[in-house]
Structure formats: structure tokens, C-alpha cells
């Protein structure tokens, strides 16, 4: 089950990776959930605070989806092919 305890908000995702802060996130139970507005796909990565996404990383369902934040992931990056969505994000904790 998600739990939402930090850092949310909204991003216009395009073909131009994009990095958000993510850091604090519970190092051991971080989670983020994303959540698009459209029919286009977005692609996310994990990383640091250089990390670029590609649409060759994780694809994004058009439902909310949870991933885990890998430990030691500070950022995550997201990117479309082409077009642009409206992509909601929210840090918290998978219980």
C-alpha cells in the first residue's frame, strides 16, 4: 500500500528530460507514485542529480504507478518521445 509522506507536485513532461529532487525519500521504503494526464508515454530513470532519462528506461502506465526508489537515488528523470503530458508525482512510502 502507498503511503504519501513527502515531496509532491506536477511536471509538463516533453521530449527534454526533466530531474526532480527526491532526496528525502526514506532511504529503506521510498517510493514514488506517478500519475500521467494523457495518452502519451513518459519514461522515468532514477538516479543523481545528473541523471537523464530516455525512452528507452522505464515506461510509465497511463494508470498511477509505484516504483520504488532505489537505494541510493537522489533524483528521478523523465522524458516522452515526443509530446507533451502533464505528470503528477508524490514521494512516499510502499507499506
Known amino acids: 500500500m ?3 509522506n513527502g515531496i ?8 527534454t528530460s526533466q530531474a526532480v529532487d527526491i532526496s528525502t525519500a526514506d532511504p529503506e521504503t521510498g517510493a514514488l507514485r ?3 494526464s494523457t495518452g502519451i508515454v513518459p519514461f522515468v530513470k532514477f ?4 541523471v537523464v532519462a530516455t525512452p528507452n528506461d522505464m515506461r510509465v502506465s497511463p494508470n498511477a504507478e509505484n516504483f ?6 537522489t533524483h528521478f ?8 503530458l502533464a ?3 508524490t514521494v512516499g512510502q510502499d507499506a
Not at 538516479?47 to 545528473?50: A, E, F, M, Q, V
Not at 520504488?68 to 537515488?73: L, M
Open 34 to 36: 506517478l500519475l500521467g
Open 8 to 15: 509532491s507536485g506536477t511536471l509538463m513532461a516533453n521530449a
Open 87 to 89: 505528470v503528477s508525482y
Open 68 to 73: 520504488k526508489i532505489p537505494v541510493g537515488a
Open 77 to 84: 528523470a523523465i522524458v516522452t518521445a515526443s509530446g507533451s
Open 47 to 50: 538516479g543523481d542529480s545528473t
Open 2 to 4: 502507498f503511503c504519501p
